[in-house]
Every structure is written in structure tokens, then in C-alpha cells.
């Protein structure tokens, strides 16, 4: 009815969730330098994780995530007791506080913009470098494939046990990869499988 699509992804394949889960990844990785022996204060360094994830420049932006939404760029806690050039240039009394505020906000749809577009070069990019080195696989409803046991990855396997579970049937092409599969007797699995961790049977 709001004109929503509903996109279904693999949990156990978070890249297909884009950039949520590339801010949650980097998230992660600030956390793990920064909590105790234990990991067990990790909820009261969130906080300032996100502070330096805010005010740091995006390579993909070439932007702040504070300039971005706010107009201008954070104070350091630093440079409330050192003064920097950008803070001195600041209260300079040439400009009254509103003015400069308006003249901020004035620049900030096209700092957008630029944001916008050196995020989609970006991935471009990115995009073209992953096509260089991985050969996707595509399947179509109706296929015999085999699928990829994910739990050897987290538990490891008996010295005789086979990887690949199957075969199933592609019952169903979601988007970003993903596919429904089902048994021969038709019987569908609760989890969608990226194509990545499927292999076409040869029967």
C-alpha cells in the first residue's frame, strides 16, 4: 500500500544488505580495538566509536557523516582547549552567526550532491574490481543445484563428510542473488541460499 518492496537476503551472507552492514562491519572492528579484555563494556564505548565514525572522512564521500547532516563540521573536544585554524576562522567577527549558519546551509545541498555522486563512482569501482575476480553464478527456477554446508565454516566437519548438501531445486529467484530452494519432494528450506554457495548437480 506505501509502495514498499520487500527484499529478501541470506543471513549468513550480510554483503547482500549493503551498506548497512558495511557501517555495522567497521562499527564492529572500532569496537573490538577499543573494548576491555573481557568484551564486556562494549555498550559504554559505543558512544564515542560512533562519535570518531561521525567525524571521520568517508573515502567513498570524500565527506564526513556529521558534515552531511549537520552543514559543518564537528568541534573536537581538543579544540574546544586548541584552538585550530578551522575554529579561529570560525569566530571571526567578519560574519554575524546567523549569516554563517545560512551560508552553511546554502552549501550543503551541494556538498549532498557531491557526496552522492563520488559514492556512486565508488562503487563503480568497487563494483568493477569484484567482477574482475569472481565469476557469479546464476541459476534459473526449476535447476538441480547443490548447496554449500555453511556449518563447516563455524564448527568444521568430519575428515569424510561431504561440503555440498543436495541436491535441491531452485524453486524460487529473489533478488541480489539469493534463491529459494526446495527438496525433490518439494518441500521448501526456511532460509533463502546466495548463489554463491550454490554449484549446479549433475545428475
Known sequence: RLG???????????Q?????????????????????????????????TLWAYRTTVKTATSFTPFHLVHGVEATLPIECEIPTLRTAIEILPDTAPMEQ????????????RS???NNEAAKKRSKATFDRHVNLRSFHEGDLVLAYDIAHDTFGHGKFESLWHGPYIIQ?????GAYILASPEGLALKEPVNGLYLKKFYA
Do not use: I
Not at 23 to 35: A, I, P
Not at 101 to 112: G, I
Open 115 to 117: 557526496s552522492l555522486q
Open 172 to 176: 524460487q529467484c529473489l533478488t541480489k
Open 101 to 112: 549558519r545560512l551560508l552553511n546551509l546554502e552549501s550543503l545541498d551541494e556538498d549532498r
Open 4 to 14: 514498499f518492496s520487500h527484499e529478501f537476503a541470506s543471513p549468513y551472507y550480510p
Open 16 to 48: 547482500s544488505n549493503g551498506q548497512v552492514e558495511a557501517v555495522n562491519k567497521v562499527l564492529k572492528t572500532m569496537l573490538q580495538r577499543t573494548v576491555n579484555k573481557h568484551k564486556t563494556n562494549w555498550h559504554h564505548m559505543l558512544f564515542s
